[in-house]
Every structure is written in C-alpha cells, then in structure tokens.
C-alpha cells in the first residue's frame, strides 16, 4: 500500500504539468508546436543514456535506496521548472527530469515485484500500475484548473509538493533486499538491456508513439475542437485504464496474454482513429476513454512478458528494457505529434498514430506473440515462505 501511495503522488507530481506545459511554452514563450514537441521529449535523450545502466544498479545494489536517491534528484530538477524562463532552460529542466526518473522509475517498479508474490505478478503489476493511471484522472484536471484560476508557478509548485510528499512516502516502504546473485561475466550488452525481450521493446515503442501524442497536445487540440474542459479527457483517459486494469492482471496470469494484448491494441487504435475523426466533445471524449482502456491493458501485458523472458537475475535488467522503450516510444510520438501538427494538424497526426499502432499490433499478433507469450503464461515457481529466493 505505501508503495502504491508513493507511485499515485509521483504520478501526480509528473501528470500535474504535462498538459499544461504546452500552454505556457506557447502562450508566454510564444514558440511553435513543433519546438513544443522537441522540447517535452527532450527528456528522453537523458532517459536513453541512463535507463539501460539503471537495470544494472538495480540489479546489482539496492532498490530502495536508487529508488530514493533518484526521487529526490527528480524533485530537485522539477524545481527548476520555477526558474526557466527560456527554450534552453526547459531543455535542461526536462533532460535532468529525464535522467532521474529514469532511474526511480525501474527501482520503483523493480521494488514493487519484489514485494509482488511471484503467481500473482501480471494482478500485482496492473493495480501498482493503477495508482499512476488514478493520477493520469486527477493531475492534469487539477494543473488545466490551477493554470485556469492562479498564476502558473502555482502547478509547478504543486508538482514539487507531490513530489517531496511521495518522497516522504517511499521511505516508510519495507521492501528486503533481494539477492541477484548470478555468475561474474564480461561486460556485455545483456548486462543492461534484456538483448531477448528487444524485439518485443520495439514493438511496444510503437504502440507508445500515440501515448506522448496523447500526453502532449490532447488538451491543445481539445481546444482547437472548442471542447470546454479538456481535462474531462485525462479523466476518462484515466477511467479506461483503471477499468482495464482491474481485470486485465488476471487474464494474463490465467495465460490469455495474447488475447489480451491484442485486444488492448484494438482498443488503441480505435481510440485514436476516434481523435483524428473527432469535430466535438463526445467523440474526443469517447477516444479518450477508448486509448485509456487500451493502454491499461497493453502496458502490463509487455511489462510482465518483458521480465518473464529474463532471469530472476536480470529482473531489473528486464524492467530497464521495458521502460526504455517506454521512453523512445512516448519521447518520439511528442515530437513527431509536433512535426506533423505544424504541417498538417493535429488530427492528421493522430490518424498517423492509429496506422501506426495497427502496424504494431499485426507485428505482435503474427511475429511476437509465439515467442513472448509462452514464457509468460507459465507459473512462477513457489516463494519461500521468508520471501527470499535462493
């Protein structure tokens, strides 16, 4: 439960700003969606060179303390949000933001399957996911609100509040270490990205590609549609996902990870082709609530394929791989969404994310699946009844 509680406030502390960022870059930067792209995933250049060696900390040292050490790093950058006031300022702001939450993230969620009993992992995953998904529904309402009726440093100073109070939080979490233990080797490159689950982090870097388009210019095109409170989208997005995930866990550990995915993927795909089409509130609102259930089906589903493909030794390794294309898949969907909405509108880009998706998903349904999906179905083996594992 604490490290549950701790997920939804770094959740908040993150969802907070993300929709409201691309209003102050225009509106009191006055620059262009396509910089606006550039410089929300510009995080991802940071998270890139770090990710990969995040696992390899986690693997070899204590969660925990990575966990903590990298959180108050986080909140450290997103402090900086209060002092940039140009382009080259919140470059380095979200580069910071993006080397640390790198880190957290793969100590959080490692942390969190330690603490998971091994034959419920895919439920475990899913509802720790659940808090970041009832942020998704609280954080940007409440930024798009506070940037409505306060000044803009009052988001800021609230994504720093969260984040000092999730802090707080993760210290009381009792998480034992877990010993790794596996032979001295060479340094390799299987050392820091599980080299067998990159087939199946590509594919998921595509289905991501329509996440950061969601993240980064929902609420501008919800008011370029005239839709009067964009944040109801977040809400429903959130709804979905919370759905979603409160049954998805079992499917998978009851072996339909296939179906499943596949099923989340179609949900995707609907959901921002229903974007692209949309003239008025009900259709966007609709397509929120559709992408919303998809991802929460999806995102568990390749996080627990992608760490059942590794060892028990490369747990953290496995996690790492996951997020790093996490990271490339919802970093490029940002700045590509701002490439096209430049040229030819935001509705044009998020039909080319629904081409994309359905591209992705035949790729898993047709290549991946037979590969990632038996590793994934089969039972854990038993949990010494201390939690440790020998």
């Known amino acids: 439960m604490l490290a549950c509680i701790a997920n939804f406030l770094l959740g908040m502390s993150f969802y907070v700003s993300m929709p409201t960022l691309?209003?102050?870059?225009?509106?009191?930067?006055?620059?262009?969606?396509?910089?606006?792209?550039?410089?929300?995933?510009?995080?991802?250049?940071?998270?890139?060179?770090?990710?990969?060696?995040?696992?390899?900390?986690?693997?070899?040292?204590?969660?925990?303390?990575?966990?903590?050490?990298?959180?108050?790093?986080?909140?450290?950058?997103?402090?900086g949000y209060l002092l940039a006031h140009t382009v080259l300022a919140f470059v380095i702001v979200r580069l910071g933001i993006g080397l640390t939450f790198a880190v957290l993230s793969t100590a959080a969620n490692t942390q969190a399957i330690d603490i998971i009993p091994s034959v419920r992992r895919g439920e475990g995953i899913g509802f720790f996911g659940l808090m970041s998904s009832l942020a998704?529904?609280?954080?940007?309402?409440?930024?798009?609100?506070?940037?409505?009726?306060?000044?803009?440093?009052?988001?800021?100073?609230?994504?720093?509040?969260?984040?000092?109070?999730?802090?707080?939080?993760?210290?009381?979490?009792?998480?034992p270490r877990k010993q790794r233990r596996q032979p001295a080797?060479?340094?390799?490159?299987?050392?820091?990205?599980?080299?067998?689950?990159?087939?199946?982090a590509l594919n998921l870097a595509v289905i991501g590609l329509g996440y950061g388009m969601l993240l980064a210019f929902a609420a501008i095109y919800g008011k370029q549609l005239g839709v009067t409170n964009t944040g109801v989208f977040f809400t429903l997005m959130a709804v979905g996902m919370m759905v979603s995930r409160g049954f998805s866990g079992r499917l998978i550990d009851s072996g339909r990870v296939v179906l499943t995915t596949n099923c989340g993927t179609a949900a995707i795909i609907l959901g921002l082709g229903l974007m692209a089409l949309a003239g008025g509130s009900l259709l966007y609102y609709l397509a929120g609530l559709l992408a919303g259930f998809g991802f929460g089906v999806v995102y568990p589903a390749y996080q627990t394929m992608m760490v059942n493909l590794g060892s028990h030794a490369q747990r953290g390794t496995a996690v790492a791989t996951y997020f790093s294309a996490l990271d490339v898949g919802i970093g490029v969907g940002m700045l590509v969404a701002g490439v096209i909405a430049s040229r030819l509108g935001l509705a044009s880009a998020f039909g080319i994310g629904a081409l994309l998706t359905l591209g992705a998903g035949a790729m898993f349904a047709w290549g991946l699946a037979r590969d990632a999906a038996p590793s994934s179905v089969l039972p854990s083996p038993p949990v010494p009844a201390d939690g440790g594992e020998r």
């Open 136 to 175: 998704m529904a609280l954080g940007p309402m409440f930024g798009l609100w506070l940037m409505d009726h306060y000044p803009f440093e009052l988001v800021f100073q609230a994504a720093i509040g969260a984040g000092v109070a999730g802090l707080l939080v993760a210290s009381l979490v009792h998480s």
């Open 22 to 79: 691309p209003f102050h870059l225009v509106e009191q930067l006055r620059i262009g969606e396509a910089t606006v792209g550039g410089i929300l995933s510009s995080y991802v250049i940071a998270a890139l060179l770090v990710r990969p060696f995040s696992g390899f900390i986690v693997d070899r040292f204590n969660a925990k303390h990575a966990y903590l050490a990298a959180l108050a790093a986080y909140v450290l950058f997103t402090s």
């Open 185 to 200: 080797t060479v340094l390799s490159l299987d050392r820091f990205l599980l080299v067998r689950g990159i087939p199946l």
